[in-house]
């Protein structure tokens, strides 16, 4: 009797089930209560964690599959009597025979109960993974669009597939100045810059066979180059080992420095180019061929290897261990030289007469042919220094550092000082865009490679007109002028003439002559 009682509960609970099956197939808007989805999704309240609606209808209409074949399970269990030859007796006497319906399905022992509930099921499933198409929780692409791009940017998302979603699929659904915002606030330039470097590199990436894709390795050098990540903040973020971000880090600078070095930084030998830089200048400062200015600035180091020889060469005059970084810049604040070949305690003019610039200078290397007449004096391109650079033919630098020359000297200087401030603040952007030149926490024998790519993407940006950011201010120089090598002697100006005509040239804004 009891066997019966519970066998005839099964058979009650399973109709009723399967009743509402075939309700909810009829009509996707139900489930499997009676209920309508749309009702309760209009009920439902957002989870803690912030899952979306979407994704809580799936796991429900899952739960009600998995419902459903249990149920399934409980009824074609063989260790039960329903199939028993008493039980289908029982079954069939009290069910019609004439008519089949889904109850007489379930009591059939055939494969009929299972290919239903499987049908039932999917159709549960498909019908509630549906979206809304209520108008009020429906959401615009853009929007949509937004909210993905705001998570894959988030600043704790730093993975490849983020990196990839980010660059592929997101980015041309933001308007440009979103996107390259966001580009320079993670990577110091904007997209079309950032693609030109991967374009550029590329190739070269792609030879040593690098484990990463070769977007990916540059946005993480650029975003420590741009921010000043030691290796182990970045490979905390970005889930990597510290060793592989020191290796990438130091084959991405490598490349910057020589591979596209010899393309964004070059002397301005052309006649087009040079011309354009000496007009520029002369509007500036009123000196005829001025073709850029030169200075030196240390880039201080977090700290020196233990196996350095004599650490106080590295100490600057600052009193901070650092390289130094000689630079040439035109008008633009564009770099036209770069050298790096000194610790920080080495001098301006002893840095700048090891360098490769200098030999070509000394030895008619650099051939510029824009010369102009000046009282007689054919006058060729020359830089403007501070007095801590020797005074040549080809180097120009003030009568005095502290104003105490002639009211001519001293117009004349402050000319010369106005174009020297455009290398200044080429220094002082180039700091302040590339923050790891604030304090390089890089060794020292990678030191220089990193510093020369610096320049590169520096230049990059200033070509490209980025916004320039705040101005790096560094403290004021001082110090002797330096003393004069016997081999320069042919190239330093004693001429009164020169240094007369030099005041003049500021003092009275005279008409320079034509090019000869």
């Not at 509402?20 to 209009?42: C, D, H, Q, T, V």
């Not at 439902?44 to 979407?54: V, Y």
């Not at 699929?169 to 330039?189: N, T």
């Not at 401030?421 to 604030?438: F, H, Y």
Request: contains cysteine; proline residues 8%.
């Amino acid at each position: 009797m009891a066997t019966e009682c519970r066998l005839a509960t099964r058979e009650s609970n399973l109709r009723t089930h399967s009743l509402s099956l075939i309700a909810l197939s009829k009509n996707p808007g139900l489930n499997a209560s009676g209920r309508s989805f749309a009702g309760e999704r209009e009920t439902r309240r957002p989870l803690a964690g912030g899952i979306p609606s979407r994704e809580r209808e799936m796991d429900e209409s899952f739960l009600v599959m998995l419902s459903n074949l249990l149920h399934l399970q409980n009824h074609l269990d063989p260790t039960s009597s329903l199939f028993s030859s008493d039980a289908g007796a029982t079954s069939s006497a009290s069910l019609p025979t004439s008519t089949t319906s889904p109850s007489s399905l379930l009591t059939a022992s055939s494969a009929a109960p299972l290919l239903f509930f499987t049908i039932a099921s999917v159709l549960s499933f498909v019908a509630s993974s549906k979206p809304s198409r209520n108008p009020k929780r429906s959401s615009s692409p853009s929007s949509s669009s937004s909210s993905s791009f705001d998570s894959l940017s988030s600043p704790s998302n730093h993975s490849l597939s983020a990196f990839r979603a980010l660059s592929t699929d997101l980015i041309w659904s933001l308007d440009p100045p979103s996107r390259d915002a966001h580009w320079r606030s993670s990577y110091g330039l904007s997209y079309p810059v950032f693609t030109t470097v991967v374009d550029k590199l590329k190739p070269h990436i792609a030879q040593s066979n690098l484990s990463l894709p070769p977007d990916y390795a540059v946005a993480m050098v650029l975003s420590r180059l741009f921010h000043g990540f030691s290796a182990k903040t970045l490979a905390r973020r970005h889930k990597l080992d510290p060793y592989l971000v020191s290796k990438i880090t130091n084959m991405v600078t490598r490349l910057l420095a020589t591979k596209l070095y010899p393309e964004f930084i070059k002397i301005p030998a052309g006649r087009r180019r040079l011309h354009e830089t000496t007009q520029a200048f002369e509007e500036l400062t009123s000196l005829p061929n001025l073709c850029g200015a030169i200075d030196s600035t240390p880039v201080r180091v977090r700290r020196l290897p233990n196996d350095v020889s004599d650490p106080s060469s590295y100490v600057c005059k600052y009193g901070f261990p650092a390289i130094q970084l000689q630079v040439v810049a035109d008008h633009k604040k564009v770099f036209w030289d770069v050298c790096v070949k000194a610790p920080g305690g080495v001098d301006d003019a002893t840095h700048f007469r090891d360098s490769v610039l200098y030999h070509k200078l000394m030895s008619g290397d650099v051939v510029w042919d824009k010369v102009v007449n000046v009282r007689g004096h054919p006058v060729r391109p020359y830089l403007v220094g501070d007095w801590c650079f020797p005074l040549l033919s080809f180097l120009l630098t003030p009568f005095s550092g502290n104003g105490r020359g002639t009211p001519a000297q001293n117009t004349f200087d402050a000319a010369l000082m106005k174009g020297r401030s455009t290398v200044v603040e080429a220094i002082g952007l180039l700091k302040g865009r590339w923050k790891i030149l604030q304090n390089l926490n890089v060794g020292v024998h990678h030191a220089p490679q990193t510093i020369v790519a610096c320049c590169v993407l520096h230049n990059l940006c200033q070509i490209a007109r980025e916004p320039e950011p705040p101005i790096w201010k560094e403290p004021e120089e001082s110090g002797p002028p330096p003393r004069v090598l016997e081999s320069e002697r042919s190239f330093y100006y004693y001429d009164y003439n020169f240094t007369m005509w030099s005041s003049d040239v500021t003092a009275r804004h005279i008409e320079v002559p034509s090019l000869s």
